[in-house]
């Protein structure tokens, strides 16, 4: 079970997650929606130059002009671009033809049934995979709000790229979602933090209750 701790804001909280045994790590950037969570560029970047070997950097964004997300990502120097906001699939297609050696990553606000069935057949074939994640008026992820995961497990069934799950995933509930859903992965954000900082115990919980979660699917 891939995991991804999202919100990383310096290399104390890369430390943490990589510690305990994350896959990813997620840093946002060029942000027009509520965030606490996020990063200065040039402090991305900084981050990300002393990622170890073997761990992903994602760079999560609100931006919708094309042009823009791939001169972010080139200078930020990721591997992974999640894009969290609408853009049109041409759009992606043109991101992902750009940035050849960077996985694209697709947001899936689900929150209609058909209308998230219709994004999931739209951007599956544009982008290496989707992510599930609950949204607000003010907020395009980080809610701490769980959606319905009758709906993800739909989409999980019928696309044809790997899922990843996000929304409202905590160190407590993750083993659910994942025994349910299964899917190809889970991102987390506050559902990890403590006074608003990613925590090291609960990282860990999360990660070694994910893996725990796919293992027993497995028997």
């Known amino acids: 079970m891939r995991t991804k701790i999202c919100g990383i804001r310096n290399i104390g909280d890369a430390t943490i997650a990589i510690k305990a045994g994350a896959n990813a790590v997620g840093f946002l950037v060029g942000i027009t929606h509520l965030a606490e969570d996020k990063i200065k560029e040039k402090d991305a970047k900084e981050?990300?130059?002393?990622?170890?070997?073997?761990?992903?950097?994602?760079?999560?964004?609100?931006?919708?002009?094309?042009?823009?997300?791939?001169?972010?990502?080139?200078?930020?120097?990721?591997?992974?671009?999640?894009?969290?906001?609408?853009?049109?699939?041409?759009?992606?297609?043109?991101?992902?033809?750009?940035?050849?050696?960077?996985?694209?990553?697709?947001?899936?606000?689900?929150?209609?049934?058909?209308?998230?069935?219709?994004?999931?057949?739209?951007?599956?074939?544009?982008?290496?995979?989707?992510?599930?994640?609950?949204?607000?008026?003010?907020?395009?992820?980080?809610?701490?709000?769980?959606?319905?995961?009758?709906?993800?497990?739909?989409i999980v069934l019928m696309s044809k790229i790997p899922v990843i799950l996000a929304g409202g995933l905590t160190d407590n509930n993750v083993y659910d979602a994942v025994k349910k859903i299964l899917p190809y992965g889970v991102d987390v954000n506050s559902g990890v933090e403590i006074d608003g900082w990613k925590n090291y115990e609960k990282v860990k919980k999360f990660v070694t209750e994910a893996e725990r979660a796919e293992r027993n699917n497995l028997l």
């Open 47 to 154: 981050v990300i130059s002393n990622l170890p070997p073997f761990v992903s950097s994602v760079m999560v964004t609100h931006l919708t002009n094309k042009k823009e997300i791939v001169e972010l990502a080139t200078y930020l120097n990721v591997n992974t671009i999640q894009i969290h906001d609408y853009i049109p699939p041409e759009d992606v297609t043109y991101v992902r033809n750009k940035m050849k050696f960077c996985k694209i990553i697709k947001a899936v606000h689900v929150l209609d049934e058909q209308e998230s069935f219709d994004m999931t057949c739209n951007f599956e074939v544009v982008c290496d995979a989707l992510l599930l994640d609950s949204r607000t008026q003010d907020r395009l992820g980080g809610t701490g709000m769980v959606h319905d995961w009758n709906i993800s497990k739909k």
